[in-house]
Each structure stands twice: as C-alpha cells, then as structure tokens.
C-alpha cells in the first residue's frame, strides 16, 4: 500500500502474473486428467498431451472354426493377440466380411447367421491396419424350410450328398399331424435316412430305402418335422410329402389373442348354436361372441321376386378364395367393388377375402354395389423388445407377434442375474419386418 491507501502498479501487476499462472496450472491438470479418464491413453508431458495407445500388431478370434444349421447364429469377438487379458476390439476398431455371403453373412457386432449349407470364412480385419487380420471357418450343415406350402415339403431330386437339411410344419390347432409320402421316395438304402419327429426332437420313425414311398406317419402335437440325413456318397431321388393333414377336435381354441371354433376339423365362421347359446362370429375382431339373436337365414341366392330384379340372400364370403368369391356375385348380378389390403388381423394369404360389406343372410338386389376387402397377405410386424426376456417369455411373445423364435450364439457374462435371458436380437427391437419373419435371440451364458 502507498501513503494513500493505494495498491501500486507493480503491485498489481505481479498478483495478475501469479492468478494467470494458477489458472493455467489448473487447466493443464484438468485436461490431463480428462483425457486420462476418457481413454487411458494420453499423458501430459513437457506441457503437451500425447497418445501412447498402441494398435496390435496381431489379433485372435474366439473360434477358428464352428458349425451351425441355416437360421442359426453365432457370435465372434475380436481381441489383441499382444496381451493374454486384452479387453474384446469394439465396432469401431475391426472391420467384419464374409467370404460367401450366400452361406454366412456376418454383422458389425461379429453376430455370424448361417444363410444356407456349404462353407465360408469369416474374416476380422484391424481398422487401422489392414495387414492385421484373423479369421474362422464357418460351416452350414444344413438348410431349414419352415413349410407353408405343400410344394415346398421336399426335398431336391435327387438330394444332395453330405446333408442334413430339415423341413418343419406347424398348425397351431392340431392334436396330431398326419404326413403322406409321394410313391416316389427312395433314399440310398442302409445309408442314408429320413427323420420324422416332432418339434421336441421325439422320434417318430427312420426310414431308408423306399420304406416311406406311399406310406404315411402320424406325428403327435402340432409340429412335424422331417430330416434327410445323408452320407457323402450316392444319392437317390429324395422325398416328396403329397398330403398334410392336421388332425383337429371340435372345440373352441384360443390362439394369438383370438377365439376360434372347429367342428368336423373346419374352422367355423358363421353362427354356431350351442345349447341354448348362439355365437356369433365377430368379423372385426376375428373371434366368437355370444349372443341372444336368432340365428340369420342361411346364405343361399334365391329367386327373384315377380316383375322386379332378382333378389338373393347375401352369401357368407369370409376366407374363401377371390375366385370363388367373384364367381359367385358375379352370377347374382352385383356391382362388386374390390380393396386390396394388407392383412393384420387374420393373417390370411393372398387373395383370401377378409370383409364384405353386408352381412351374409341379409337381402340384396342384382345391380346393387357390393364392397369386398381382399387380402394382399399379411404386412408388417413390430419386433417387441425382449431384452431381459427369459427364453420362455420371448418365445410366447414372439409366437403371439407371429414370429419364430431363433436361438442364436451366447453372450458371455460373469453378472449371475443375467444368465439365461435375452442379451441381443436380431432384428432389433421396434424393426419393422414381414409377418412370420426369424428373430435371433442371444442369450447371456457363463461360458
């Protein structure tokens, strides 16, 4: 302080000079700390940040090799061959091929899905360094057609050798499921196989030669499937199934939140008495209500009344094929006007007719508009979120979704808590895909 009570200017210049040395100090340890923090790769040296990560000079896969059927997946991390404890490379750092996209495709995430039988190579290749590279030899052992038309329930004529590719068919009303072979089937004798179980694995009969040739097996439950098992040498003609016919009670069935009625092993979809009870099928909802009302006059044409346009009784028209629908009110004389829609409600194939704007029973005059929605098939599905999800509850909530469940590789985890529920999916959650689609469950595992 000077004689007046006033801080001099040196004073005041040396307190400026040590409070911006102090704040430099401070943002310098910051920073250092920051970056240390953030990657574990930067150290504050002579007043300047450095990074003294390392890329590998080597990497290794955790398998050289695996086999798995088409549907299936796997999974293939990546690590730094340098160090025996290295922490897995992440997506950013490798970089994921396939040499046969057609028999393996393989995701950023190193998920592995087998497409269809033969052999392919998985290769890992560092980001930084393309020299750097490993890889693993995947092997499709066999192809699997889920059966939603006959056609499609055979095998190649002939079969290929070295095989063991599967068909599998699925009705979720069937008690049992009875399976006619074509006259022609005929497997190598004594060497090759077909397999006929059930979706648990049950045997319900092995077959060689033409012992299936005109033959039929019934398989207990609501699945069937069939495998044909062969060697590597001669082949013969294969198999063929001609006829597929689910055994079904009468009785009322719940299936995907619907109510449905089977009476001589057809699904009912009019009224349905019932002691003192009518039901009444519910067109919007796709269900069977209760109801007090008189059941309608059957759906039948009939003839025109005197001096006037032919009048009939409007026909019942749900899930008949359009056709048949169309040949039908065409010979009533009816003004029909078609909706193509997509359908997410019954799920009903292409061409099926899903809604008329009458109710069948109720009189209708030829000339007169009549609307009809026919189905394009089934859209879209969501893919609901099943992270968490034990393998039973993701498997009723993909069944309910209409979607097949697909067990894919593990997720190796030390988090006992974890173990046994839904790591990862393929797609993911909230995807937009096909009625019907795959969906890859990972699973946490302690391997």
């Not at 001099?8 to 970056?35: E, G």
């Not at 040739?213 to 069937?224: H, I, K, N, T």
């Not at 899930?319 to 193509?340: H, K, Q, R, S, T």
Request: hydrophobic residues 40%; contains cysteine.
């Amino acid at each position: 302080m000077n004689t007046q009570g006033r801080t001099s200017p040196l004073r005041r210049s040396k307190c400026l000079f040590a409070l911006l040395a102090t704040c430099m100090v401070a943002f310098c340890l910051v920073f250092a700390s920051f970056a240390y923090a953030t990657e574990g790769a930067f150290t504050f040296t002579g007043g300047s940040v450095s990074d003294t990560s390392s890329t590998p000079t080597s990497i290794k896969l955790n398998k050289e090799a695996f086999s798995f059927e088409s549907g299936e997946a796997r999974l293939l991390t990546a690590t730094s061959a340098d160090s025996t404890d290295a922490a897995p490379l992440g997506y950013s750092d490798v970089i994921w091929t396939s040499s046969d996209p057609k028999v393996a495709t393989v995701l950023s995430s190193g998920v592995v899905t087998a497409n269809s039988r033969g052999t392919a190579t998985i290769t890992c290749t560092l980001a930084k360094d393309k020299n750097v590279s490993a890889s693993c030899k995947v092997t499709v052992t066999a192809n699997i057609t889920p059966v939603t038309d006959i056609l499609a329930f055979q095998s190649t004529h002939p079969y290929d050798a070295d095989s063991r590719d599967l068909w599998t068919y699925y009705n979720p009303f069937a008690a049992s499921i009875i399976l006619t072979f074509d006259s022609k089937t005929n497997v190598e004798e004594g060497f090759d196989f077909i397999e006929v179980t059930d979706d648990e694995g049950k045997i319900y009969g092995r077959f060689t030669g033409t012992q299936l040739a005109s033959d039929q097996v019934e398989v207990l439950g609501d699945s069937a499937w069939v495998r044909l098992v062969a060697d590597s040498s001669n082949t013969e003609w294969g198999f063929a199934v001609i006829s597929v016919e689910p055994v079904i009670y009468d009785g009322w069935y719940e299936y995907a939140g619907k109510t449905y009625l089977f009476l001589g092993g057809e699904m009912q979809k009019g009224m349905v008495e019932d002691g003192d009870l009518i039901h009444h099928f519910d067109e919007t909802t796709g269900e069977y209500l209760e109801t007090t009302s008189v059941a309608p006059t059957p759906s039948y044409p009939v003839l025109p009344d005197a001096g006037g346009p032919a009048v009939y009784k409007v026909p019942y028209l749900y899930f008949m094929d359009y056709d048949d629908a169309m040949a039908i009110l065409n010979a009533m004389g009816l003004n029909v006007i078609e909706n193509w829609i997509y359908d997410d409600a019954f799920y009903m194939p292409y061409g099926t007719i899903i809604y008329q704007s009458r109710p069948d029973g109720a009189d209708i005059a030829a000339g007169e508009d009549f609307l009809i929605n026919i189905s394009l098939g089934p859209g879209n599905v969501t893919v609901p979120n099943l992270l968490g999800k034990t393998p039973a509850d993701a498997n009723a909530i993909l069944t309910e979704d209409h979607l097949v469940p697909i067990i894919g590789g593990g997720a190796p985890t030390t988090d006992t808590s974890l173990l046994n529920t839904v790591a990862w999916q393929e797609p993911m959650a909230y995807t937009e895909v096909p009625y019907g689609s795959n969906v890859i469950l990972h699973f946490y595992t302690n391997e």
